[in-house]
C-alpha cells in the first residue's frame, strides 16, 4: 500500500511562498483565480505565539480584478496545529484541531480535520459562519495522490449544500505538482459545481 507524507504536504501549502493560477472549467468568461502565498514568520494570534501566512485569493474576468480576499492563517508547528484566521473584510475565526494530520496517509484515508467558529470581528461578539474542514487521499496515478482539505458547512449558519475542496496533485515526498478548486453550491438551478484548474 503506497503512502504519501500529507503532514509535509499540509506544510507546504501554508508555508512555502507560492503563486498559483485556477482557470474555471467549462467557462466562456475567462475566470482565472490567483493564489499567493507569502510566510509571514512570527506572529501573536489570539494570545498564542505561532506562525502566519498570508494568502491572497484574486478572482479575475477577462483580466479585470472581480474579487480579491486576503486572510492570515496562524498555526504552530510540530506538530502543525491550525488556531484560525483574519482576512480584509475584518472577520476573525477561531479553530479546534480535533486530531493532528497524520505524518503519512495511505489512498482512500480521510479524517475531520478541524472545527471553526468565525466571527465578525477580534471582540468575538457575534458568530457568522461556522464549519468543518476534513482531509481526504485519493489515487491520482501510480506515484501520485490527489491531497483534498474540504470545507463542509454547519447548516445552522450557511446551506447545508454548501461545501468546497481545495486539492493538491502531491506525489511521494510531500511536493505541490498541481492544484484544483471544486466550489459546491445550491443556487436557483440546485446544486451546481463550479472547478477551478491549474494552467
Not at 507524507?5 to 490567483?34: C, F, G, M, S, W
Not at 474576468?61 to 496562524?74: A, C, E, F, K, P
Not at 477561531?94 to 484515508?109: C, D, F, I, L, R
Not at 449544500?161 to 492544484?179: M, P, R, T
Request: charged share 20%; proline share 3%.
Amino acid at each position: 500500500m503506497i503512502e504519501f507524507p500529507v503532514e509535509t504536504a499540509l506544510l507546504n501549502i501554508y508555508t512555502k511562498a507560492r503563486t498559483d493560477k485556477l482557470i474555471q472549467a467549462n467557462d466562456n468568461q475567462n475566470t482565472v483565480l490567483e493564489i499567493k502565498v507569502v510566510p509571514k514568520g512570527k506572529m501573536t494570534f489570539n494570545n498564542q505565539q505561532v506562525q502566519g501566512a498570508e494568502t491572497t485569493y484574486t478572482t479575475k474576468s477577462d483580466g479585470t480584478t472581480d474579487q480579491q480576499l486576503i486572510s492570515v492563517n496562524y498555526y504552530t508547528l510540530d506538530p502543525v496545529k491550525f488556531y484560525g484566521f483574519t482576512d480584509n473584510l475584518g472577520l476573525y475565526s477561531v479553530a479546534n484541531q480535533a486530531v493532528s494530520m497524520p505524518k503519512m496517509a495511505a489512498v482512500g484515508e480521510s479524517s475531520q480535520f478541524i472545527t471553526e467558529n468565525v466571527y465578525n470581528s477580534s471582540e468575538q461578539d457575534a458568530l457568522v459562519d461556522s464549519y468543518t474542514q476534513t482531509w481526504s487521499l485519493s489515487r491520482a496515478s501510480i506515484d501520485t495522490a490527489w491531497f483534498c482539505i474540504t470545507l463542509l458547512a454547519n447548516p445552522v449558519t450557511r446551506d447545508p449544500h454548501s461545501k468546497s475542496s481545495d486539492c493538491y496533485l502531491i506525489n511521494a515526498q510531500g511536493d505541490l505538482l498541481s492544484n484544483k478548486f471544486i466550489d459546491t453550491y445550491l443556487s436557483d438551478n440546485g446544486i451546481e459545481k463550479i472547478s477551478y484548474n491549474s494552467q
